[in-house]
């Protein structure tokens, strides 16, 4: 599985649509000062459903809506689509190639598709669950990331090596099960109760 391109409309400083191409093995990205270059790892964050405006160095989501220049009024939407070669399968998804697509209105609503048909932010969550891609993963290391692995509690930091283990996904399934048990467990109960009123 390799990152094999990234489609960026309207996201931070990219007004007009731009598409970079990646190969497989080591890609640097080199410019001045402000030209852009950490944006396009925020657009790779955002497209795999960043939710914190922070992470993504702004105050509010809507910051990531091409809010225009002196030149250039501002955009309405933003957009970013990542392609995967998935020749390997690493993705358990019957494609070689995946497109995740997230759109955002001003309005604030987000739209996520998997090969353009709509889906949940979830549905990308678990897609790359144990992969180390995903939102939470550790293949995208921040400026600073490593001293925040380093000082991390042993808790946090074993999340680092959950992940990689290929753990999360099951922990995850696991704490879903659990919730939907106590909420049959509610329902008995409640279920119990009338039974006891009606007898
Ligand atoms: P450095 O080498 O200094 O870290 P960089 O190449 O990583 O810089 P970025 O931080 O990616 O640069 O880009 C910063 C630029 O993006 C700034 O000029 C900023 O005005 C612009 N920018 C950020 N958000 C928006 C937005 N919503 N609309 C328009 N421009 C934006």
Redesign the pocket.
Known sequence: MYLKSLEIQGF??F?DKIVLNFNSGLTSVV??????????A?AVRWVLGEQSAKTL??SRME???????QHRK?VGFASVSLVIDNSDRTLPIDFSEVTITRRMYRSGESEYAINKTPCRLKDITELFMNTGVGREGYSIIGQGRIDEILSARSEERRQVFEEAAGITKYKARKREAERKLESTRQNLLRINDIIAELE
């Open positions: 931070k400083s007004a410019g001045p000062n402000g030209s852009g270059k950490s944006n396009i925020d160095r702004g910051d990531v809506i091409f809010s225009g220049t501002p």
